[in-house]
């Protein structure tokens, strides 16, 4: 089945730590993207990549980092320069063609304790 | 003035009632409008988008445009409880390269 694969669901990090947030797609789509979302409020872009090698900052980018060295991978680093990381992180794909819909993941919830 | 507004609810209609979900957006070059639907601790799923002015149905979702007005609406016909979710708009405008805005969604509560 096509889709997306975001891992790990859950992650607890201490202060201070870099953690990576994994995100693969077999949709063959060229656009990924990285949301954040926080409780009670909608998604707020992060980083996106519209082709293997390029990535672009979105509206919150500080603290976190991308790569996109492969068409089917995106991962995401949360930096210990992200003043507040605890949120709920989503990888998204978008079509090539056609209505250019967003198809999520499941969803990364990382906690800081 | 935010991009993407809707009311956060919690909108509460008993079952078999018709919900009513509003959303306004700011920038006039926004094209492409998308209503997903986010159960709690999942992500979000596409319900239906919309592009040009008027009403576009699909079985119980209906999701009516005026962009004129710059407003965008989704009706839910016949709620159901299994339609308790958070529903999000999502703007896509040119103007800023493409990129989709959300608003921070509507909490909807069908009471049995």
């Known amino acids: 089945d096509g889709g997306i694969t975001q891992s790990p669901k859950y992650l607890f990090r201490k202060e201070g730590q870099n953690v990576t947030l994994s995100c693969e797609q077999n949709l063959n789509h060229d656009a990924m993207y990285w949301y954040r979302q926080d409780p009670g409020q909608g998604l707020r872009l992060i980083y996106y990549?519209?082709?293997?090698?390029?990535?672009q900052k979105g509206d919150i980018a500080e603290g976190y980092s991308v790569s996109r060295e492969k068409k089917e991978s995106f991962p995401l680093t949360v930096t210990s320069a992200q003043k507040n990381p605890t949120a709920f992180y989503l990888c998204?794909?978008?079509?090539?063609?056609?209505?250019?819909?967003?198809?999520f993941g499941a969803g990364s919830r990382l906690t800081v304790l | 003035q935010k991009e993407v507004e809707q009311n956060s609810g919690p909108l509460s209609v008993p079952e078999g009632a018709i919900a009513s979900l509003n959303c306004t957006y700011s920038d006039r070059g926004s094209q492409s409008f998308f209503w997903y639907r986010q159960y709690s601790g999942k992500s979000p799923e596409l319900i239906m988008f919309?592009?040009?002015?008027g009403d576009k149905e699909d079985g119980r979702f209906t999701a009516q445009l005026n962009k004129a007005s710059q407003y965008v609406s989704l009706l839910i016909r016949d709620s159901q409880p299994s339609d308790s979710a958070t529903y999000l708009c999502a703007v896509r405008s040119y103007n800023q390269g493409g990129k989709l805005i959300f608003g921070q969604g509507t909490e909807l509560s069908v009471k049995p």
């Open positions: 919309i592009y040009s002015n």
């Open positions: 998204a794909s978008k079509g090539n063609s056609g209505a250019n819909v967003l198809t």
């Open positions: 990549s519209q082709i293997v090698n390029d990535f």
